[in-house]
């Protein structure tokens, strides 16, 4: 199974691990989405900015 990660708020005012972490998600910007797999570290990334992202899962 895959997550659809998509960033809904800006980063500005964030703290710079959480920065970090969006970057590393691979989203820049408002309505940006990446695919991931659904593992520990992709899913523990997520919670740290949930406020920040809506996730959708993808069926395959």
Do not use: F, P, Y
């Amino acid at each position: 199974m895959k997550l659809k990660v998509t960033q809904t708020r800006s980063t500005i005012g964030c703290q710079k691990d959480q920065i970090a972490t969006m970057e590393a998600l691979g989203l820049k910007r408002i309505r940006d989405s990446r695919i991931q797999e659904d593992n520990a570290v992709i899913r523990g990334m997520i919670h740290k900015v949930n406020h920040l992202v809506s996730v959708e899962k993808i069926e395959e």
